[in-house]
């Protein structure tokens, strides 16, 4: 299997640009997660889907952060306008929720941001 | 809500052997996972606990006690690829986890 494939590696945009990050889980995987990552924060979990269905989105900062799944075999993160202080890198995971080890997630490569 | 407590540095030799302790508040419990990660990369899956005991997989072990919120992973036989975070995670419901702030390993030679 590919693993977690996520686009861009890394994206550098100005204040107020729209950024939208890319996810593909591994297939059969029917949960889906959104981290981001910076010194300041840790790891923090944004939101989660499970069967295509937002479960829990309480870890998004605000509006400006919005993420969707389509289809079981795609996701984006959404932020616009993007500020100087979500710089981070982004990551996304997927896990086998129906089947064991369903506590298992598996991470995706990371988009690092960074708006200027 | 969820909250997650683990050493920030720890730094040891080549050889040795190390814990690093997390300890937790959490209003529902499932389960406490260990991830590795390297600079630059992605966490990757180490072990889970969901039962008190400790699991053993090659080098690495993990250990829980629900009754005292707490939990190790243990290193052996430390080699130099070891130096990395290591975070430990709390499953509070079936999907969701929540990551403490990560532990830095240091293994010096």
């Known amino acids: 299997d590919a693993g977690v494939i996520q686009s861009p590696r890394h994206e550098v945009t100005e204040m107020g640009q729209e950024v939208t990050l890319r996810c593909k889980p591994i297939s059969g995987h029917n949960s889906l997660f959104w981290y981001r990552q910076t010194m300041m924060r840790g790891l923090e979990l944004l939101i989660y889907f499970n069967n295509n269905v937002p479960i829990d989105d309480s870890g998004m900062p605000e509006d400006r952060f919005s993420a969707k799944m389509p289809n079981a075999s795609f996701s984006t993160l959404k932020i616009q306008p993007s500020e100087p202080r979500d710089s981070a890198v982004y990551f996304c995971a997927s896990s086998p929720q129906d089947r064991a080890p369903s506590y298992e997630q598996y991470f995706g490569p990371g988009t690092r941001l960074t708006v200027t | 809500g969820q909250s997650l407590e683990q050493p920030s540095e720890v730094t040891a030799v080549e050889g040795a052997i190390v814990q690093i302790n997390c300890t937790y508040q959490?209003?529902?419990?499932?389960?406490l996972s260990w991830y590795q990660q390297h600079d630059g990369g992605a966490p990757t899956f180490l072990s889970y606990n969901a039962l008190d005991g400790l699991e053993e997989t090659g080098r690495f072990s993990s250990f829980l006690s629900r009754s005292d919120s707490y939990g190790y992973l243990l290193l052996q036989e430390l080699q130099m690829k070891d130096s990395a975070s290591y975070f430990c995670?709390?499953?509070?419901?079936?999907?969701?986890?929540?990551f403490g702030d990560g532990t830095t390993l240091t293994v010096k030679p």
């Open positions: 959490t209003s529902g419990f499932y389960g």
């Open positions: 995670a709390v499953r509070s419901n079936a999907g969701k986890s929540t």
